[in-house]
């Protein structure tokens, strides 16, 4: 009797178990290699591998033919999926969104050096996530029989039960910024971050299954504006506006809402520093992968004296530790990336047809009649910077477009400084702009060109061949930079020009580790972003210091505010660094450092470093607020087009999130 109910029941009970057990081995492995162990909130990761567990069992119950092999194609399809992960995550630092699949080709293509090498290093753990497979050809006999009507309300009972239970454990931690509940409905936050607490196949269905923000969601935190310090005579770096005008075309609440926000705001004032380099000329590089590492007297000459000349920046953080197109974007529009966008449809992409007045390239040609001119020594199709580039003003040439380099993955910055100065070197005042490549992952001499190409002058140096191969990518833009210095210095414009060279990101393809090793201090959560800006002045005698906290954000209205350029500050979420604003190093995560305190928004972590007693009450929740708002205004600029809305201009339609999230 017991032989007979066992034999019939089989089918359910192991089906069940298996892919409950499946998806926990695979969550655990994930979980493992990506982010180095378990927290407190794996269990919500758990739960909804039960309950995601038993939707394939029962889904594959109802096939009358091919259960069995249903089973094998789904337990490949899945381990080929958290497969994909790991790699990719080994590539670039970060988990791929569900909207990344649309990239797959594209990646593979410009990548497949990195795949393959990655692949070798990751074999083992590759190999581990087949284990359920092996399990299941085990199995086979006795999942052989159909499951009844009986097994299939168990399937669908324990389906709900544990979501049910898993979502309720999510409500009690609070509806608080940064609590479980905030990262489970915020449309806002990013996939490394939900499959840290909520698993995988979680991440991906909250992000598929987002929805816009509500009319009450969409109101902003109106910070409190400081009592004024500096004289009267300065006036504020914002544009004559009629509020009432632009509220009364319009019943868009996402318009309305940003409208309401903005003419609450003060903006930055006016300072000693507005207008001071209106006569130079200005250079901005977003350097890949660059940071302080990459600075070194002897291995560096040219980075490290335009470093230690001009506007130095003491308390300078890169906010992103990956993801080249969102500081690109921060750095060039002044706003912080939508972050429920992947690079498929990044921010800098999605605003390729809208109007953007503020950023460099259209400033100088709208208010100073400059030609500016872009560069990037990649192809201009790859995350479309043939469209979102010449968009922000600027006459772009990329590789195969206007330029050609002796190598493509990656290719030479000094190539490519080469075949660009002689279009602007000429002009009475210009202002260009370059995306370099040089620095890029992989560091290995075998798979990276420029590692090979300049590895004899790093080869002695006391660090392990990766980080050495790193130097030797970043020897390559530091000939470019020599190069440029060189050419200015010959046409007698040196004293009037400006270089700025930002990071993108922190360089992923080194571990903490070896960036620890290179830099000389142990990298944790706050400091593995502390970076360097370079903005060499020539001709500026005495350095100008800045010690306020800030990162990418901000470069662009200091830019604006330093050449005396009109622009909106109330508009921008960075901060002009002379300026009084509320000055803080905002990270991708939305933890923040300010000189009073350092935040960290994964674990709720406070460092103090000014006397807590003296810290005004308060003063967390409203900097955490006033950082959610800026990312959330952000992103609302971006996908409303709201540039075009307030200048007069044609309005556009934003691309959205791929085609999960439509407005």
Known sequence: MVSASW??????????????????????????????????????????????????????????????????????????????????????????????????????????????????????????????????????????????????????????????????????????M???????????IATNQTTQRFGLLTAFRLELTRKQKTPEQAAYYIPVEEAEEQPKEYGYNVLEIDWDALNAQTEDKTLLAINEYCSQLTGTRQNEYTGLLKDYNLIVMCAESFDTGAIQPEITPNLYKLYQEGILFENYYNSFPNTTTDGEYALMQGLYPDTGRSKAVSSLYASRESYLPFTLGNAFAEQRGFQCWGYHNYEGTYYGRNESHPNMGYTMRFAGDGMTFTTTWPASDLEMMEQSVDDYIGQEQFHAYYMTFSGHYKYDVNTNALAKRNFEAVKDLPYDNTTKAYLSCNIELDKAVGYLMERLEQAGIADKTAIVIAGDHFPYGLTNQQYSNLVGYELDAFSKYKSSLIFWVGGLETPIVVEDYCCNVDILPTILNLWGLSYDSRMLAGTDVFSDGTHAAVLIDKSWLTDKVWFNANTGEIRYLADEAAVPEGYVENMNRLVATRFSISADILNSAYYNYVFGKEQVTVDRLGWYRNR
């Open 7 to 176: 034999k019939k029941a089989a089918p359910t009970v192991l089906t069940a178990l298996y892919w409950i057990l499946a998806l926990l081995y695979w969550e655990s492995l994930l979980h493992a290699a990506v982010f180095g162990g378990f927290g407190m909130d794996y269990w919500y990761a758990a739960g909804f591998s039960v309950s995601l567990g038993a939707l394939p069992a029962l889904a594959v119950s109802f096939l009358k033919k091919g259960r069995f092999a249903g089973n094998v194609i789904l337990t490949l399809v899945l381990a080929v999926l958290y497969g994909s992960q790991l790699v990719y995550n080994s590539i670039f630092g970060t988990l791929y969104s569900a909207a990344m699949m649309a990239q797959g080709g594209e990646a593979m293509t410009s990548f497949w050096r990195e795949l393959l090498s990655t692949m070798g290093e990751k074999c083992l753990w590759l190999i581990a996530l087949f284990v359920p497979l092996a399990a299941l050809l085990f199995l086979r006999k006795w999942m052989a029989g159909a499951m009844g009507l009986g097994g299939r309300l168990l399937l669908l009972v324990l389906t709900l039960g544990a979501f049910g239970l898993t979502r309720y454990g999510i409500h009690l931690s609070g509806s608080g």
């Open 178 to 188: 940064f609590t479980d509940e905030a990262y489970y409905t915020n449309g806002e």
